[in-house]
């Protein structure tokens, strides 16, 4: 058993090479949102060494000031804090939220749908009704009133995000490893004895990276619109520390007066998650074993 190959690490890598990655490149929309996520983490990552004011400096002084005007490229805030600098530095913590919550409900998901749809029988029916009641509650909702009753921190909320979003991965999962699970290479594998950690991991998994991936991809972009969703409530991100979502609940009671401060954040939002489902779609396209030539 240990002179067979890593199937799940040919698969893996194989996501990232040949016709696939082809077809993916063709896929404009795709590329143009990848070449935006790029640049938005490099934004916001690098930004700030590049501004002469942090996200928490405040003057006064330049109350309201409009973009590209007191070396404030964006403007500023009603603190006089400069927007660029806590648009970057939102940027971090609403990026690495998404990136974090997609990690954690990706392995939720897989793992509790690989076990169903391997197993089958009770094990698929008691776990797939409590993705059913999980899903019977409306996520937001759930979501507010863990958010609530929990202390406000991105790794809270990271947490919160997570456990309401691992639902739809499971369905997947499930779905793909029942086709699998009834295969004959499968089959075989149980007949030469491989134990069942060893099937599941080793030899299914592998067959179903490429719905694994496409839904990761659109979890990161669901999981920052959660994210700036309730920090937009009052329940998320609290300040001084800055996050897209709390940006806009702070403009929102300017936007006459000082339209910038929403449109700022709100432009970073739709950008990516606009861009994450670009890709999404892209990937979808070009791990589909059929249109792959």
């Given at each position: 058993m240990t002179a067979i190959p890593d199937p799940a690490r040919r698969a893996v890598f194989a996501v990232f090479r040949g016709p696939r990655v082809r077809k993916f490149m063709r896929h404009r929309l795709a590329m143009l949102g990848l070449v935006t996520i790029v640049l938005l983490t490099l934004a916001c990552f690098a930004g700030p060494?590049?501004?002469?004011?942090?996200?928490?400096?405040?003057?006064?002084?330049?109350?309201?000031?409009?973009?590209?005007?007191?070396?404030?490229?964006?403007?500023?805030?009603?603190?006089?804090?400069?927007?660029?600098?806590?648009?970057?530095?939102?940027?971090?913590?609403?990026?690495?939220?998404?990136?974090?919550?997609?990690?954690?409900?990706?392995?939720?998901?897989?793992?509790?749908?690989?076990v169903a749809g391997y197993f089958g029988g009770w094990t698929r029916t008691g776990l797939m009704r409590m993705v059913d009641a999980f899903l019977s509650f409306p996520s937001v909702f759930l979501m507010l009133t863990l958010a609530a009753f929990l202390k406000p921190s991105p790794a809270m909320i990271t947490i919160i995000i997570a456990v309401t979003s691992w639902m739809e991965v499971a369905r997947i999962v499930e779905a793909e490893v029942r086709g699998q699970a009834a295969r004959d290479f499968t089959a075989a594998a149980r007949m030469i004895g491989a134990p069942h950690w060893w099937i599941m991991g080793r030899e299914i998994l592998p067959n179903v990276m490429g719905p694994i991936i496409v839904a990761a991809t659109l979890t990161v972009a669901r999981a920052i619109l959660l994210e700036a969703y309730i920090s937009f409530l009052g329940y998320g991100i609290q300040p001084p520390l800055p996050s897209w979502g709390n940006m806009l609940n702070n403009a929102q009671q300017y936007l006459d007066s000082a339209p910038w401060l929403a449109i700022v954040p709100g432009v970073a939002i739709t950008l990516a998650v606009t861009s994450f489902n670009f890709i999404g779609d892209g990937l979808r396209d070009a791990l589909d074993a059929r249109s792959v030539q």
């Open positions: 060494h590049f501004l002469p004011y942090d996200e928490l400096y405040i003057d006064l002084r330049a109350r309201f000031s409009p973009p590209l005007s007191g070396g404030h490229i964006l403007g500023t805030d009603p603190l006089g804090r400069d927007i660029a600098a806590r648009l970057f530095s939102a940027g971090q913590i609403s990026l690495t939220v998404g990136f974090t919550a997609m990690v954690l409900s990706t392995l939720i998901g897989t793992a509790i749908g690989i």
